[in-house]
Nanobody, 127 residues
Framework: QVQLVESGGGLVQAGGSLRLSCAASERTFSVYTMGWFRQAPGKEREFVAA????????YYSGSSKGRFTISRDNAENTVYLQMNSLKPEDTAVYYC????????????????????WGQGTQVTVSS
């Protein structure tokens, strides 16, 4: 089965930047949408950003819009999340997700739309 492997998390001061990467274990892996979600301690997993694989259309949550940028490398089956102006409230485990089985009826911000998930990478923003 295809695996998603995230990297790039770490500790950063408020106002700083981090770039997360998520690579699929198979380069011939077919995907419709890839997204990033995050989960802070004691909170539910929430949508951060997503990108459609063919058109490259991007979607953001209200909290990430204007500060985060999602992008993709189709040839490498890799998705990135550039995070700028980080805040302490951005602290969470960030998960990469992929829609490899088409689920058109589900909203792009819904976790159930995605059938593959990475193991998560910790992002900690200190004040």
């Amino acid at each position: 089965q295809v695996q998603l492997v995230e990297s790039g998390g770490g500790l950063v001061q408020a106002g700083g930047s981090l770039r997360l990467s998520c690579a699929a274990s198979e380069r011939t892996f077919s995907v419709y949408t890839m997204g990033w979600f995050r989960q802070a301690p004691g909170k539910e997993r929430e949508f951060v950003a997503a990108i459609t694989w063919s058109a490259g259309t991007t979607y953001y949550s209200g909290s990430s819009k204007g500060r985060f940028t999602i992008s993709r490398d189709n040839a490498e089956n890799t998705v990135y999340l550039q995070m700028n102006s980080l805040k302490p409230e951005d602290t969470a485990v960030y998960y990469c997700a992929a829609e490899s089985v088409r689920r058109t009826i589900l909203l792009i911000s819904t976790a159930r739309k995605y059938d593959l998930w990475g193991q998560g990478t910790q992002v900690t923003v200190s004040s």
